[in-house]
T-cell receptor, first 113, second 110 residues
Framework: QQQVKQSPQSLIVQKGGISIINCAYE??????FPWYQQFPGKGPALLIA?????SEKKEGRFTISFNKSAKQFSLHIMDSQPGDSATYFC????????????FGTGTRLKVLA | EADIYQTPRYLVIGTGKKITLECSQT?????MYWYQQDPGMELHLIHY???????EKGDLSSESTVSRIRTEHFPLTLESARPSHTSQYLC?????????FGSGTRLTVV
């Protein structure tokens, strides 16, 4: 049972454009929502994260928007660059101190030069 | 740069062999995880550990086993490898900010 739904599965963006990846969750007990970036042959790397009491978080060109009532959150990559081409995973952390993360299915982003 | 190390990076092994995938972290994290991932696909949690002598199976059924005798070490063992075990295995540890992943072990069972 997929508890975090991610879309789109793949995305092609022109250099300088905005990349938007969306995730939706079902479990209201999730308390932390990180995004990971994975390059081929590497493990995922933590990119940016948000807590549900914040509606937006920005770090450089990366922004997370969070809509608690809709149980949705999204990653925006501004001024997308070819070096941003990677697979992006959203995740949600279950509460109760387990630090158990549920990952989305991933979005393969390609930024055209 | 994440301080979590996995060895070997690549492994080709025959059916029926016993293998151990190594994972070590230097961050002192209590929580550690093993994920199975086909290239570019979603991550499936197969084992996790809250700390020394604490391990639990994840959401994806796996014939592998794990141990956690030391905080920094979380090896995964397959007693008898089969072609269906061919995949990438990712080890991770986490703190309050999120998870750090190793570079993975790409396992091929022939």
């Amino acid at each position: 049972q997929q508890q975090v739904k991610q879309s789109p599965q793949s995305l092609i963006v022109q250099k300088g454009g905005i990349s938007i990846i969306n995730c939706a969750y079902e479990n209201t007990a999730f308390d932390y929502f990180p995004w990971y970036q994975q390059f081929p042959g590497k493990g995922p790397a933590l990119l940016i994260a948000i807590r549900p009491d914040v509606s937006e978080k920005k770090e450089g060109r990366f922004t997370i928007s969070f809509n608690k009532s809709a149980k949705q959150f999204s990653l925006h990559i501004m001024d997308s660059q070819p070096g941003d081409s990677a697979t992006y995973f959203c995740a949600a952390r279950a509460t109760s101190g387990t630090y158990k993360y549920i990952f989305g299915t991933g979005t393969r982003l390609k930024v055209l030069a | 740069e994440a301080d979590i190390y996995q060895t070997p990076r690549y492994l080709v092994i025959g059916t029926g062999k016993k293998i151990t995938l190594e994972c070590s972290q230097t961050m002192g994290h209590d929580k550690m995880y093993w994920y199975q991932q086909d290239p570019g696909m979603e991550l499936h949690l197969i084992h996790y550990s809250y700390g020394v002598n604490s391990t639990e199976k994840g959401d994806l059924s796996s014939e592998s086993t794990v141990s956690r005798i030391r905080t920094e070490h979380f090896p995964l063992t397959l007693e008898s490898a089969r072609p269906s075990h061919t995949s990438q295995y990712l080890c991770a540890s986490s703190d309050i900010r999120g998870s750090s992943f190793g570079s993975g072990t790409r396992l091929t069972v022939v």
